[in-house]
């Protein structure tokens, strides 16, 4: 640790090794010298694994004891994107902490609005990272925005002593600096689908002993993929490339994982273009956001490959495209097509329930054809199933029968402990004292 | 003179003709003064390839383009100009930074010239962020930027007739969420009371609550009356345990 790692030179078609970004790396290891930082080290309890990078530096991805850093977007409107990896982290028998003390990026907010600093982003960033410090879990990031937004502020924060100071003071009155009063920096900020795309041979092969005994077989499905703006056009060089997914021109997370299952993942000529979501736009200047979404990506990906489902890695991606479909009927511009992220789609290869993990109930765009076409053909019993779950479960809350609750939750697919308020609810989370609400 | 002759093709307003020079170049330069401002802006070739590749371009009248060559001509009342609704066009997707061989980042450029708007209280930014109220109240007070029960179908009818199944039901569905800590309705996970102190302090020490204070006073108020409540409810909690 601590030496830049590099690969071949001639193992990579888009090489700079000149790139400006890897010099943050040696300033960091410079400022922990000096006694301004501490670098959280991906260690071998992390089980990392080694991707590349398009500038030539060999990032380590941590596997194994991560902590959740959500994603609003996800666990407020896509709820089956994090229970998606939670449920394979569980089938790989990984270690992790999902908890309430933990805040958005508020990144999003800043895109969309501009009412934060960089001072605010950072101190928002660094507490977040010094409770995964704390806790002994290396930051798995959700949230591409997220992602994004602290690959730069890591690159504003270790060039610049003004902001390094502006924040120190800060976390100072949170208590969030080491005993002597460093600021916690991770070695890597790292996205979970730089953790799909590590893991994407362990998936293959539960894919292969759990998904396809079941009938699963993604061969036939024609995968359009998007690549988040905010994964690698923020910080470009700090994602990972790979020469053996196309030669290396196109970012490799999600596309490597639908290969390695076998899907056909085929290109088309507006790979490059946002979705729309623009922040501010989807809420606000909506005609923009769907006018995009449905021309520039949507109405390509139906003509030109005709895809079944579009994968995404990121929340405001899926949401735009999954929303913004029923509106085209009108103007005669309808262009059906199941939408998912890379992780969703993984876990129901593997053969997780399509409405009790994936929560694909939540997604308003057409996935039943995408099922069928996968080989879950009885996703109409599966619906139905999940269907009768949510109404029992609002009876038993509704009545106070708590301890059936309960009871119902350790047969209802449960992966997790749940614990219970004072008057015996089950609570929204296992580990919290004082909620912000009562659940 | 209206407009610009390099391109720049809005008439300038009249509320910019009226405001003073000084103010106008007191503007700009807090821009330039942003820390970041030196390591968006380098050279530019005038290529275009920021704005051919540029999303809001094909539907709005905007370049990121033209941030660039007016902070290169150092075009103040243009500038200005751009600051009221010119610069709240930018989706904030930064293909224009991974495109520019100059490594220009005319979106960052963007996001500093947004936060002196906001920061100054422009009156056009007041009113560009009228509707996005919801966000920012949901984001002050809890941390999370959204939550199931803010994605009413009577607020997103393009989203079609799924979103109102969606949202029937809905605390059933979000108790039968299969991992700890997503249950809950009105945050995006259940955030813990100590996580939204730390988070107030935040605001609070880097100037959020002020330049709220200054954009939306109204909208100001209703937080910080959420903002009090839970500290009270925390510092109750605190002496309860001493």
Request: net charge negative; with cysteine; hydrophobic share 35%.
């Given at each position: 640790m601590g030496k830049l790692l590099r690969y071949k030179k001639d193992a990579f078609p888009i090489m700079n090794e000149h790139s400006h970004y890897d010099e943050i790396f040696e300033r960091m290891e410079e400022l922990e010298a000096k006694g301004e930082i501490l670098i959280h080290r991906i260690t071998e309890e992390n089980q990392p694994v080694e991707v590349l990078t398009r500038t030539g530096r060999i990032k380590l991805i941590p596997t194994n004891k991560l902590w959740h850093h959500k994603s609003c977007g996800q666990c407020g409107n896509i709820p089956g994107y994090p229970a998606s990896v939670f449920w394979l982290m569980n089938k790989f028998g990984l270690d992790y902490l999902n908890e309430p003390h933990q805040t958005s990026c508020t990144a999003w907010n800043y895109h969309g609005?501009?009412?934060?600093?960089p001072v605010a982003l950072a101190a928002v960033w660094l507490r977040n990272m010094h409770q995964a410090w704390q806790n002994g879990y290396y930051p798995l990031i959700h949230c591409g925005t997220s992602f994004g937004s602290y690959k730069e502020t890591r690159e504003l924060l270790i060039m610049n002593k003004d902001l390094r100071d502006a924040v120190r003071k800060i976390l100072a009155k949170l208590g969030r600096?080491?005993?002597?009063g460093r600021i916690v920096v991770p070695q890597e900020i790292v996205h979970y689908s730089e953790w799909v795309h590590a893991m994407r041979y362990k998936i293959k092969e539960l894919y292969e002993k759990e998904g396809k005994p079941k009938g699963i077989d993604v061969s036939n499905i024609k995968v359009a993929i998007h690549n988040a703006c905010h994964t690698y056009k923020m910080i470009a060089d700090d994602y990972p490339y790979d020469p053996e997914v196309f030669n290396g021109q196109r970012p490799a997370a999600s596309t490597a994982v639908m290969q390695a299952l076998g899907a056909k993942v085929v290109d088309y000529?507006?790979?490059?273009?946002?979705?729309?979501?623009g922040f501010r736009h989807i809420l606000t200047e909506r005609e923009f956001t769907r006018s995009f979404a449905i021309q520039r990506k949507l109405k390509v990906i139906a003509e030109e490959i005709g895809a079944d489902v579009i994968i995404t890695h990121d929340t405001g991606c899926t949401t735009t495209f999954e929303k913004n479909q029923w509106i085209g009927k009108a103007h005669n511009m309808y262009h059906p097509v199941a939408v998912m992220s890379d992780v969703m789609f993984s876990a129901l290869a593997c053969g997780a329930h399509p409405f009790k993990v994936v929560q694909l109930y939540w997604n308003c765009s057409n996935y039943e054809s995408l099922l069928e076409k996968m080989g879950i053909k009885n996703w109409r019993e599966l619906k139905k199933e999940w269907e009768d779950a949510v109404k029992y479960i609002g009876e038993l809350e509704k009545e106070g029968r708590y301890d059936e609750l309960m009871e119902f939750f350790k047969e209802y697919d449960l992966y997790e402990p749940y614990s219970r308020t004072g008057n015996g609810k089950p609570r929204a989370s296992a580990t919290s004292n004082r909620p912000l609400f009562s659940s | 003179m209206d407009g610009h002759k390099y391109g720049y093709n809005l008439p300038i307003s009249d509320k910019t003709k009226s405001v003073p020079w000084e103010e106008k170049k007191r503007i700009v330069e807090e821009v330039k003064a942003d820390f970041r401002f030196k390591e968006y802006l380098f050279g530019c070739l005038n290529c275009g390839v920021c704005t051919a590749s540029c999303p809001s371009n094909r539907f709005f009248d905007y370049s990121p383009r033209e941030i660039v060559q007016r902070f290169l001509e150092e075009d103040v009342e243009v500038l200005y100009d751009m600051m009221h609704e010119y610069i709240w066009a930018c989706s904030q997707c930064f293909t224009c930074w991974i495109r520019c061989p100059f490594v220009n980042n005319p979106g960052g450029l963007v996001a500093i010239m947004r936060e002196v708007a906001v920061r100054n209280a422009f009156e056009a930014t007041k009113d560009l962020l009228k509707p996005y109220g919801r966000v920012l109240l949901k984001v002050m007070t809890t941390?999370?930027?959204?939550?199931?029960?803010?994605?009413?179908p009577d607020f997103f009818p393009d989203w079609g007739p799924k979103m109102q199944d969606n949202m029937e039901n809905l605390r059933a569905k979000r108790m039968a969420?299969?991992?700890?800590?997503?249950?809950s309705v009105k945050t995006a996970w259940e955030v813990s009371l100590e996580t939204a102190m730390e988070m107030y302090t935040i605001w609070r020490e880097t100037g959020i609550f002020d330049m709220l204070e200054k954009i939306d006073p109204n909208l100001f108020n209703v937080i910080m009356d959420i903002v009090e409540e839970n500290e009270e409810r925390y510092e109750e909690l605190y002496e309860e345990e001493d």
């Amino acid at each position: 640790m601590g030496k830049l790692l590099r690969y071949k030179k001639d193992a990579f078609p888009i090489m700079n090794e000149h790139s400006h970004y890897d010099e943050i790396f040696e300033r960091m290891e410079e400022l922990e010298a000096k006694g301004e930082i501490l670098i959280h080290r991906i260690t071998e309890e992390n089980q990392p694994v080694e991707v590349l990078t398009r500038t030539g530096r060999i990032k380590l991805i941590p596997t194994n004891k991560l902590w959740h850093h959500k994603s609003c977007g996800q666990c407020g409107n896509i709820p089956g994107y994090p229970a998606s990896v939670f449920w394979l982290m569980n089938k790989f028998g990984l270690d992790y902490l999902n908890e309430p003390h933990q805040t958005s990026c508020t990144a999003w907010n800043y895109h969309g609005s501009g009412t934060s600093n960089p001072v605010a982003l950072a101190a928002v960033w660094l507490r977040n990272m010094h409770q995964a410090w704390q806790n002994g879990y290396y930051p798995l990031i959700h949230c591409g925005t997220s992602f994004g937004s602290y690959k730069e502020t890591r690159e504003l924060l270790i060039m610049n002593k003004d902001l390094r100071d502006a924040v120190r003071k800060i976390l100072a009155k949170l208590g969030r600096l080491t005993d002597d009063g460093r600021i916690v920096v991770p070695q890597e900020i790292v996205h979970y689908s730089e953790w799909v795309h590590a893991m994407r041979y362990k998936i293959k092969e539960l894919y292969e002993k759990e998904g396809k005994p079941k009938g699963i077989d993604v061969s036939n499905i024609k995968v359009a993929i998007h690549n988040a703006c905010h994964t690698y056009k923020m910080i470009a060089d700090d994602y990972p490339y790979d020469p053996e997914v196309f030669n290396g021109q196109r970012p490799a997370a999600s596309t490597a994982v639908m290969q390695a299952l076998g899907a056909k993942v085929v290109d088309y000529s507006t790979w490059y273009d946002c979705c729309g979501f623009g922040f501010r736009h989807i809420l606000t200047e909506r005609e923009f956001t769907r006018s995009f979404a449905i021309q520039r990506k949507l109405k390509v990906i139906a003509e030109e490959i005709g895809a079944d489902v579009i994968i995404t890695h990121d929340t405001g991606c899926t949401t735009t495209f999954e929303k913004n479909q029923w509106i085209g009927k009108a103007h005669n511009m309808y262009h059906p097509v199941a939408v998912m992220s890379d992780v969703m789609f993984s876990a129901l290869a593997c053969g997780a329930h399509p409405f009790k993990v994936v929560q694909l109930y939540w997604n308003c765009s057409n996935y039943e054809s995408l099922l069928e076409k996968m080989g879950i053909k009885n996703w109409r019993e599966l619906k139905k199933e999940w269907e009768d779950a949510v109404k029992y479960i609002g009876e038993l809350e509704k009545e106070g029968r708590y301890d059936e609750l309960m009871e119902f939750f350790k047969e209802y697919d449960l992966y997790e402990p749940y614990s219970r308020t004072g008057n015996g609810k089950p609570r929204a989370s296992a580990t919290s004292n004082r909620p912000l609400f009562s659940s | 003179m209206d407009g610009h002759k390099y391109g720049y093709n809005l008439p300038i307003s009249d509320k910019t003709k009226s405001v003073p020079w000084e103010e106008k170049k007191r503007i700009v330069e807090e821009v330039k003064a942003d820390f970041r401002f030196k390591e968006y802006l380098f050279g530019c070739l005038n290529c275009g390839v920021c704005t051919a590749s540029c999303p809001s371009n094909r539907f709005f009248d905007y370049s990121p383009r033209e941030i660039v060559q007016r902070f290169l001509e150092e075009d103040v009342e243009v500038l200005y100009d751009m600051m009221h609704e010119y610069i709240w066009a930018c989706s904030q997707c930064f293909t224009c930074w991974i495109r520019c061989p100059f490594v220009n980042n005319p979106g960052g450029l963007v996001a500093i010239m947004r936060e002196v708007a906001v920061r100054n209280a422009f009156e056009a930014t007041k009113d560009l962020l009228k509707p996005y109220g919801r966000v920012l109240l949901k984001v002050m007070t809890t941390g999370n930027q959204l939550s199931a029960d803010m994605l009413q179908p009577d607020f997103f009818p393009d989203w079609g007739p799924k979103m109102q199944d969606n949202m029937e039901n809905l605390r059933a569905k979000r108790m039968a969420i299969p991992f700890d800590v997503g249950k809950s309705v009105k945050t995006a996970w259940e955030v813990s009371l100590e996580t939204a102190m730390e988070m107030y302090t935040i605001w609070r020490e880097t100037g959020i609550f002020d330049m709220l204070e200054k954009i939306d006073p109204n909208l100001f108020n209703v937080i910080m009356d959420i903002v009090e409540e839970n500290e009270e409810r925390y510092e109750e909690l605190y002496e309860e345990e001493d």
